[in-house]
Nanobody, 124 residues
Framework: QVQLVESGGGLVQVGGSLRLSCAAS????????MGWFRQAPGKEREFVAF????????YYADSVKGRFTASRDNAKNTVNLQMNNLKPEDTAVYYC?????????????????WGQGTQVTVSS
């Protein structure tokens, strides 16, 4: 049974930082591209970042480029998202997801497994 469990969300002021973590179990973690998505109230789920199987490649949405950094530890089956210089528009539920596909994707439908999400609120 595959489980992805996010943690690290919370309330932070504008300009602050948070580090999200996602612990994976029940899958061969190093065989999956890991993605981060977010969903704000009343909006569709949107791509934030993905990291390749080895962790050697990352890709970010323009809205977070230069502020967010994805990393992974295949020995610990974890993926992280370091979020710096947070803005009110970053407020959302953040989800990690696992994709077994051959090529990394920014499309949510391509991902096979999802966590339950963790709330990030940036207050001004």
């Amino acid at each position: 049974q595959v489980q992805l469990v996010e943690s690290g969300g919370g309330l932070v002021q504008v300009g602050g930082s948070l580090r999200l973590s996602c612990a994976a179990s029940g899958l061969t973690f190093s065989s999956y591209v890991m993605g981060w998505f977010r969903q704000a109230p009343g909006k569709e789920r949107e791509f934030v970042a993905f990291i390749s199987r080895s962790g050697g490649s990352t890709y970010y949405a323009d809205s977070v480029k230069g502020r967010f950094t994805a990393s992974r530890d295949n020995a610990k089956n974890t993926v992280n998202l370091q979020m710096n210089n947070l803005k009110p528009e970053d407020t959302a539920v953040y989800y990690c997801a696992a994709d077994a596909g051959h090529l990394p994707s920014t499309t949510a439908a391509r991902y096979d497994y999802w966590g339950q999400g963790t709330q990030v609120t940036v207050s001004s």
